[in-house]
Structures are given as C-alpha cells and as structure tokens.
C-alpha cells in the first residue's frame, strides 16, 4: 500500500508539473507571438453575440484529472498482478 501512495502522490505532482508548464510555455509564446490589430478588432465587434455564455461545453479539468488518476490507479494495481521474472538465469 505504501508504494500505492507513493505512486500517486508522485504521479500528482508529475501531472501537474507538466500540465501547468506546458499551459505556462504556451501562453508565454502566444502572449509574445500576439499583434493587436484595433481596426480589425472595432470591424468585428459588430458580429458579436449581445448574450455572454457562461459556462463552457468542454469537460473540466478535474474531470480529466480524475480519469488520468484513474487509469494511473489501474495501471498500477495491473502491474502488480503480474510477477517480476528475474533474468539472470536465462540464457
């Protein structure tokens, strides 16, 4: 059970490491890669929608947490059912 816990706690913080860089990274080159263009902008204005949507259709973050935490739990009680097979005598 010990290595359950360690395998999650550590799997957690890998998740999160690498979503949030990689969200970080990808605002950083789309913030530096942006050029405004007003006249643009006021042209479409005009076609906007006059409701704002509040809530968003695509599946929440801690919906896909919860199934990649999921997966990694079955991942790693599958792995488990399986025997480690020492090596050394085949040849």
């Given at each position: 059970m010990k290595?359950?816990?360690?395998?999650?706690?550590?799997?957690?913080?890998?998740f999160f490491l690498?979503?949030?860089?990689?969200d970080?990274l990808?605002?950083?080159?789309l913030?530096?890669?942006?050029?405004?263009?007003?006249n643009?902008a006021?042209?479409s204005s005009?076609?906007l929608p006059?409701q704002?949507?509040l809530f968003?259709?695509?599946?929440?973050?801690?919906l896909n947490?919860?199934l990649a935490?999921?997966?990694?739990s079955?991942?790693?009680f599958?792995?488990?059912?399986?025997?480690k097979r020492n090596?050394?005598?085949?040849?």
């Amino acid at each position: 059970m010990k290595k359950f816990i360690v395998f999650i706690v550590s799997f957690i913080l890998l998740f999160f490491l690498l979503v949030f860089s990689a969200d970080f990274l990808s605002g950083v080159f789309l913030t530096s890669s942006y050029v405004p263009n007003v006249n643009e902008a006021w042209n479409s204005s005009a076609a906007l929608p006059e409701q704002v949507e509040l809530f968003s259709v695509s599946s929440p973050f801690s919906l896909n947490f919860l199934l990649a935490l999921l997966a990694a739990s079955a991942a790693y009680f599958i792995s488990q059912r399986f025997p480690k097979r020492n090596h050394s005598n085949a040849r």
